[in-house]
């Protein structure tokens, strides 16, 4: 390991077992179920702008246990940004390809220098912003099942959040490739430039995961984060 680097720093993720109680894992379950009930069927497998859609969701990131995990690496301004949910049901057992996260969520479009690849998802505004600002940023993924190598775990190409070029996906080297199984309250910390991606399950049923995003900054020139908190 590089001389003042931590692993996070250097494979651009961490895993966590056991950092969250059942019960809480459970509470969390009951709130998105009852959020995804009144949606389309179609859209269960995937659930977006939890922060303002589910209070359980705003209420967990600001939990005790979670910021214990997020202070020490962003300091004790950082924010929970964008919360999203993933399964792998029959209806949704697709494959993610490998890709990295490059855009935020914000609440309208202003043109500031370094922000651009403006796009709309779900009535959101998205903006790709500059490479600095993700490189501040940090996603915390909770197991909300247990992820074993058969329903479909994401798969991390430790270290490709530092490559000069993150822009180009189809130099990922896939043969380095890590599959990230572990026990039900598991947490994965991992920077938003990670290389990941993760394949159908083989026997679907159920591999929810809460994904949540925190920054340490605001933007400029009027942007504002679509769900700070």
């Known amino acids: 390991?590089?001389?003042?680097?931590?692993?996070?720093?250097?494979?651009?993720?961490?895993?966590?077992?056991?950092?969250?109680?059942?019960?809480?894992?459970?509470?969390?379950?009951?709130?998105?179920?009852?959020?995804?009930?009144?949606?389309?069927?179609?859209?269960?497998?995937?659930?977006?702008?939890?922060?303002?859609?589910?209070?359980?969701?705003?209420?967990?990131?600001?939990?005790?246990?979670?910021?214990?995990?997020?202070?020490?690496?962003?300091?004790?301004?950082?924010?929970?940004?964008?919360?999203?949910?993933?399964?792998?049901?029959?209806?949704?057992?697709?494959?993610?390809?490998?890709?990295?996260?490059?855009v935020i969520a914000v609440r309208e479009r202003r043109e500031v220098p370094g922000y651009g690849a403006w796009s709309t998802k779900d009535g959101v505004v998205h903006v790709e912003p500059p490479r600095a600002l993700?490189?501040?940023?940090?996603?915390?993924?909770?197991?909300?099942?247990?992820?074993?190598?058969?329903?479909?775990?994401?798969?991390?190409?430790?270290?490709s959040h530092r490559d000069v070029d993150v822009s180009d996906d189809a130099a990922i080297e896939e043969a380095r490739a890590i599959a990230i199984t572990g026990e039900r309250g598991s947490v994965l910390l991992m920077r938003p430039l990670l290389a990941h991606a993760s394949q159908p399950a083989k026997h679907p049923d159920h591999r929810r995961v809460l994904h949540l995003e925190f920054a340490a900054c605001g933007l400029p020139g009027g942007i504002e984060w679509y769900e700070r908190r």
Request: aromatic share 6%; glycine share 8%.
């Open 1 to 102: 390991m590089e001389p003042g680097l931590s692993p996070l720093d250097v494979h651009g993720y961490r895993f966590l077992p056991g950092s969250v109680s059942d019960a809480a894992c459970d509470a969390l379950v009951a709130a998105l179920c009852e959020h995804a009930a009144r949606l389309p069927s179609s859209r269960r497998g995937g659930l977006r702008n939890l922060l303002s859609a589910v209070p359980a969701v705003a209420r967990f990131a600001r939990s005790p246990v979670i910021r214990s995990l997020i202070e020490p690496i962003l300091g004790a301004d950082a924010c929970a940004v964008r919360g999203l949910f993933f399964d792998k049901p029959r209806s949704a057992n697709w494959r993610v390809p490998w890709h990295r996260d490059r």
């Open 134 to 159: 993700l490189d501040g940023m940090l996603a915390l993924r909770l197991h909300l099942d247990a992820v074993d190598a058969d329903n479909g775990p994401l798969t991390v190409i430790p270290g």
